[in-house]
């Protein structure tokens, strides 16, 4: 079995309650729990955590691109290449803490870069929860 599956069964879905979607705290618990899986080392939990805050970013930003008309191809392009760009700063930021391992030598990396890859993922989860999204195609409803 992979670390990944294992992760995925035995932590995320388990945290998920019965006809609800998962959200970010079962995301944050699982990658807490890959942290403490890699090692005990405080770079480790920031890599994880901070990744947590990467992806619930990321959703955001694929909430916007998906709520764009079809019609606005090179929009949704656009937003498409912005996630990437957003995940590639990102992940880099928050590289330093798994190659470091150090508390002290990440957050120093991090204040050096004022902080900016955590700084980002917070605004964009703040932004997804206060600007409202719309699909472009409304969804199939269910005859029943």
Do not use: C
């Not at 957003?86 to 880099?92: A, E, F, K, R």
């Not at 470091?100 to 605004?123: C, D, K, M, Q």
């Amino acid at each position: 079995i992979q670390v990944s599956t294992w992760l995925r069964h035995y932590v995320y879905e388990r945290l998920v309650k019965n006809g609800k979607k998962a959200g970010f705290f079962q995301l944050l618990a699982t990658q807490t729990v890959s942290a403490v899986w890699h090692g005990l080392y405080p770079g480790y939990m920031m890599f994880f955590v901070q990744s947590a805050l990467m992806i619930a970013g990321s959703r955001v930003i694929y909430r916007w691109q998906q709520a764009i008309s079809p019609n606005l191809a090179v929009l949704r392009k656009i937003m498409v290449f912005i996630n990437f760009l957003y995940t590639v700063l990102v992940l880099n930021y928050s590289a330093v803490g798994f190659m470091v391992l150090s508390l002290h030598e990440t957050l120093t990396a991090y204040r050096s870069v004022y902080y900016i890859g955590t700084i980002i993922p917070v605004v964009l989860i703040i932004l997804g929860n206060v600007v409202p999204t719309k699909p472009s195609r409304p969804k199939p409803r269910k005859d029943e």
